[in-house]
């Protein structure tokens, strides 16, 4: 506790329990910070670019992921640290805002890190590298303007799409299907495309997995798969022209919402009982059939009478599909989710081509598969993987190939991979930092040195002399006035990233530069820590 006296000797507390609290100030709480997020940044650093190392995640059940996507790698990390759980944020603020280049962006944020620590050990103040910092930023995102091109695709032209989600899959598990995925991926995205508007909804496309078979198995349904079976062993395994007819009321008699009690005293009550919920059954049944439907999805579960009739009455029915699942089935098939079995007309049940149920292996895993919609505006990437941790890891690739390519739908100016944009971005920012007189170009030259680091962690990651492979690229870049040409990862003899087909979207590109350096800002600014103390 600490105690002071005032002018009359009268003891008063400033701050109470002051032992028990940690306080970390000045300088030493700048270096602590950025040792923090540095120590994270070095982990990131040998997943980046497309010979990265994968990470072996185990939780605390012992439950084991697999990857090298720099967003799930932070997100399983459980880091305590409260500055490098602001990288941790960092990651997450670019998956949900571009959907990949999460592990760059944190490799970035550390490289600026390592260059303040140096400035601020000369004794530049915190503030001044921030502003530095600003204005190289902006230099950056500018100069990325002036060397961009515009792609041209079209609905028959998709290769530039294609070669951009090939960049992003690259670096994946996925790489050795790279193709047949990117193509997967560019499709399943123009099928849910508002291309007048430039617009494209993600939640239309589901992607579904089942352990069995190879990568190479995976493909594209104009539909919906369900991970479900028919609700009786006898009914018919595939139905053509469907008619469906989509229910969210449960096929069972209605319950009173007040507390209730029945007494059946005598037989006849009881027969009465009975044949009254059969009669209900059975109206639910004619209703649903007078329609025109031939196939019910319905969201709840309903028992062995109900499931019976509908057998006897030759309506193949499905039990339990989820909500969300529901509203894609409505979507592609252009029916009304229906609430009451009094209000199914023709007019709201889902047409689709053919509805079949489909077996896998020796199994008894089912699925059903909805082709054919009347509208494709909902459809299904069904990943097949050898086991479970591949599935999950070939799902996050997906995610990323489909963000990259509605990123380019959205923007379709790109520059080129490779580390030759930073490279670029360097040596131009380089140059304009002649032009400062004020001591803020120490950061603007020390934000050029810093992006020098994603260039030489592809080399390092590739098996490549960092330093020297660097130094010929800059050397190259300016000899002959290109900034495509970058670092060789993939031994391709040519260091031109357009003969490479090594795409980025400029909008991703701009995001990593604006978020690392918004996060790096923040860091800096931070001199005092006041942890309180365990009671």
């Keep these: 506790m600490n105690v002071v006296f005032d002018e009359m000797g009268r003891p008063f507390i400033i701050l109470r329990e002051q032992a028990a609290k940690q306080r970390i100030q000045g300088i030493p709480a700048i270096k602590n910070h950025i040792m923090a997020a540095r120590s994270v940044a070095s982990t990131m650093k040998t997943s980046l670019g497309p010979k990265g190392m994968d990470k072996i995640m185990v939780s605390p059940d012992g439950d084991i992921t697999i990857t090298n996507d720099g967003a799930t790698i932070l997100d399983l990390m459980y880091v305590e640290n409260h500055i490098a759980k602001l990288m941790v944020e960092l990651s997450k603020s670019q998956d949900n805002e571009i959907g990949d280049g999460t592990t760059g962006v944190v490799v ?8 303040a620590e ?3 050990e000369r004794g530049i103040h915190p503030l001044r590298i921030s502003a530095g910092y600003d204005t190289a930023c902006e230099m950056a995102t500018q100069y990325m303007k002036t060397v961009a091109e515009k792609v041209e695709w079209s609905e028959t032209n998709i290769e530039p799409l294609v070669k951009s989600a090939m960049t992003s899959l690259g670096s994946k598990i996925v790489n050795r299907h790279l193709r047949q995925i990117a193509e997967i991926c560019v499709k399943a995205v ?7 508007r430039k617009d494209v909804n993600l939640d239309l496309i589901k992607v579904e997995g089942k ?9 594209l349904v104009y539909g919906i798969v369900l991970d479900k079976d028919m609700s009786h062993p006898q009914m018919p395994k595939e139905v053509k022209d469907a008619k469906i007819c989509i229910l969210t009321a449960p096929f069972e008699p209605p319950k009173p919402k007040t507390k209730h009690t029945a007494n059946v005293s005598t037989v006849e009550a009881y027969q009465k009982l009975q044949d009254m919920e059969s009669e209900y059954f059975t109206t639910m049944v004619r209703q649903v059939k007078d329609s025109g439907a031939n196939l019910v999805l319905c969201q709840w579960g309903f028992d062995d009478e109900a499931n019976h009739l509908l057998l006897q009455n030759k309506l193949p029915a499905v039990r339990w599909v989820g909500g969300v699942e529901m509203e894609l089935i409505a979507i592609a098939t252009g029916g009304r989710i229906v609430p009451r079995f009094s209000e199914i007309t023709p007019e709201k049940l889902g047409k689709a081509g053919i509805v079949r149920e489909v077996s896998f292996g020796t199994t008894k895993d089912r699925m059903l598969v909805i082709e054919e919609c009347s509208n494709s505006k909902a459809v299904t990437i069904f990943v097949r993987g050898g086991n479970k941790i591949v599935i999950e890891e070939a799902k996050r690739c997906i995610h990323d190939a489909l963000c990259v390519t509605r990123n380019l739908i959205r923007d379709s100016n790109i520059i080129y991979g490779g580390g030759s944009i930073e490279v670029a971005c360097g040596l131009e920012i380089s140059r304009q930092a002649e032009k400062i007189s004020s001591v803020e170009q120490y950061a603007v030259r020390a934000f050029a040195n810093a992006l020098d680091s994603i260039p030489m962690a592809l080399a390092e990651n590739s098996g490549l002399p960092p330093i020297e492979t660097v130094a010929r690229v800059k050397a190259a870049q300016t000899r002959e006035g290109n900034p495509r040409l970058g670092v060789d990862c993939n031994q391709f003899k040519t260091n031109d990233m357009k003969n490479q087909n090594v795409y980025d979207s400029l909008v991703h590109k701009q995001q990593q530069f604006l978020l690392a350096t918004q996060v790096v800002k923040m860091i800096l600014k931070i001199d005092d820590v006041i942890t309180s103390g365990e009671f």
Aim: glycine residues 8%.
């Design 108 to 115: 970035l944020a550390g490289a600026l890190l390592e260059q």
């Design 211 to 219: 352990v069995g078979a190879s990568l190479e198995d995976t493909k």
């Design 190 to 196: 123009l099928a849910v495309a508002d291309l007048d």
């Design 118 to 120: 140096e400035l601020i």
